[in-house]
């Protein structure tokens, strides 16, 4: 009976199996972001719509709105599209990352 209590770690974690991929924080698989020919969204507001058409032309999959006055985070994500406001809430400059 003890052999059998001492080898049943050893069986369970036989039985383990490892993740067959590493998720990487900032990687969405199928997303990576493509800020050219975005410049048809400067000026215009900055809605739901908006950001769900801008996601869409990107690729991104994930939208960050920055409004005036906002800190952002200095980490790098492939798959995110960060939109600039002006105080008026219109569209002043969107990149990737």
Not at 3 to 29: E, W
Not at 49 to 65: C, D, H, M, Q
């Amino acid at each position: 009976m003890r052999k059998v209590v001492l080898l049943a770690p050893a069986l369970l974690a036989a039985c383990a199996t490892a993740p067959t991929t590493t998720p990487v924080h900032g990687l969405t698989p199928g997303h990576k972001c493509e800020a050219a020919g975005t410049d048809r969204f400067i000026g215009q507001g900055g809605t739901k719509s908006t950001g769900e058409a801008i996601k869409r032309a990107t690729n991104a999959a994930v939208l960050r709105w920055a409004p005036p006055g906002v800190m952002l985070t200095m980490d790098f994500r492939e798959d995110r599209v960060t939109v600039y406001l002006a105080p008026d809430k219109k569209i002043t400059k969107i990149n990737c990352g």
